[in-house]
């Protein structure tokens, strides 16, 4: 798709609910990142519409058939809701790109491509995983019996709202639950598009609701007694808050998709310096480095420093800055202008505390507007609020190390351990690194996700708790029953 103009762009209505579009509640001004302006009004839920939005989802996994009819029909109905969100990407990707950080040109090629071929995988999984059956004794058979929990709470942030949504809504759907999800407030519009086709598509009424809100909005969702699990993916600080709220309500399972500081580390073998160069920029200027998995540590090994280093910053500087609207798009906006002087404070107290700027170093003052020069800080150790805080920017803090031990040394994060990029041409040293990473996902000699959606996605330590993607997310939105009969004649 190519340039758009963000006044042509339909809004819808704010909540989806049973079915229905919605706009009711106090009205929340929403910027937009790439000019700054206030471009519309949300509606905020209060606590009656969440009670009745969760009602409705209750009613519709209760009366409808969703959980009961055939697996393939569901999946079926899944896999027409996904075309319709393909072939809606005239549609969509304006609506993804004007209020987020999503370039026009990303949203078209990626973020609506990936979120539709997410929902046709997990609607897959729906008659091909189930329980199984156990050994047991002579004249009894055990086994287990998968169900869906009932009314799923999914909670998305605002930096690929609609794929980040997708992975929460699909496996829970394709399991058989009723969904009720609340988006970012900073972020609201397009996942109601998603939900106005999820009808078109045939899924019924009520099987995925949408309500706007912020944090006070899915506190509720969380402790709804109807609510039984939550899936969210957002910051660290965060997931403890709703961890709290689910284990004060019910003790509800969760799955928590969280924050990281992920490393990527090059070693001198590598054999074309430009090409893991390019590799190394885009995983942390990829939507400006607001990506859970920025690789925001640069970890390389001491003779290639320099040379690589001095590549990466050529490839910043051919960077373009403009609105998501522009199809030439390269480098997205920050999404908000607190977010700009927060990455900005981070970097300004690493220099103070002895840190250097190579490149970048402050705020893009492109018409007043939200961008942050992409950004190299050396002189740089884990004692230092760069290396050791998510920053959300594209913000690459640059470490050498000489042997193994010491890139497993500065790799190692005391508390984040979200993915790691690893380049070399010496497969044992890679499996070496993999094997003693701490990270939920290892990248070697790539960085960042595929189309295979069957790998599953989670941090270790605070980084996260369950996986997206992959079985393991199909299996979380599922219970599991034992059952053990006996059929020996003597009991008769
Ligand atoms: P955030 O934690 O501020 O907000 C996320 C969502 O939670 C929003 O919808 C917000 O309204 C809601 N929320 C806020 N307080 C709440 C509360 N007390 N109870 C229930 N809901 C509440 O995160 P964000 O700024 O939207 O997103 C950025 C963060 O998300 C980063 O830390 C990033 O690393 C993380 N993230 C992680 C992944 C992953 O897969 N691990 C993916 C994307 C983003």
Known sequence: MT??????????????????????????????P?????????????????????ENAWQA?????????????????????A???AADVAVLAPLEAMGSTRPI???????????????????EYADKCGGEVIPTANGSLGMTITEPYGVIGAIAPWNFPLVMASWKIAPAMAAGNAVVLKPSEMTPFSVVRLAELAIEAGIPPG?????????????????????????????????????????????KPVTLELGGKSPQLVFDDIKNIDKVARRIAGAITTNAGQVCVAGSRLLVQKGIAEQLVSRISEIFSEMVSGPTWQDNTTLSPIISAKEVGRIDGV?????????????????????????????????????????????????????????????????????YGLSAGLH?????????????????????????????????????????IGKDLGRYAYEANQKTKSVLIDFTEDDE
């Open 3 to 32: 340039s758009f103009n963000p006044a042509d762009v339909r809004l819808p209505y704010s909540h989806f609910i049973g079915g229905k579009a919605i706009n009711s509640g106090e009205k929340m001004d929403v910027i937009r």
């Open 34 to 54: 790439s000019d700054g302006q206030a471009y519309a009004s949300v509606s905020i839920a209060d606590m009656d519409l969440v009670d009745h939005a969760v």
């Open 61 to 81: 996994f209760k009366q409808s058939n969703w959980a009961t009819q055939s697996p393939r029909d569901r999946a079926k109905v899944m896999k027409r809701w």
């Open 83 to 85: 075309d319709l969100i």
């Open 105 to 123: 040109s990303a949203a078209t090629q990626w973020d609506i491509p990936f979120c539709a071929e997410g929902i046709r995988f997990f609607a």
């Open 207 to 251: 099987i995925f609701n949408v309500v706007q809100g912020d944090g006070l909005v899915g506190d509720a969702i969380c402790r709804h007694p109807r609510i039984s699990k939550v899936t969210f993916t957002g910051s660290t600080k965060t997931g403890a808050l709703i961890m709290k709220a689910c284990a004060e309500t019910g003790t």
């Open 347 to 415: 970097v300004q107290r690493t220099v103070q505390q002895g840190g250097e700027v190579l490149v970048g170093g402050c705020p893009l003052n492109k018409d007043n507007h939200f961008f942050y020069t992409p950004t190299i800080l050396t002189n740089v150790n884990m004692s230092m609020e760069a290396v050791r805080d998510e920053i959300f920017g594209p913000v690459l803090c640059v470490e050498t190390f000489e042997t193994e031990d010491e890139a497993l040394n500065l790799a190692s994060h005391p508390s």
């Open 424 to 464: 070399t041409a010496d497969l044992n040293r890679a499996m070496r690194m993999v094997k003693a990473l701490e990270a939920g996902t290892v990248w070697v000699n790539r960085y960042g996700r595929s189309w295979d959606f069957a790998i599953p996605t989670g941090g270790f330590k605070s980084s996260g």
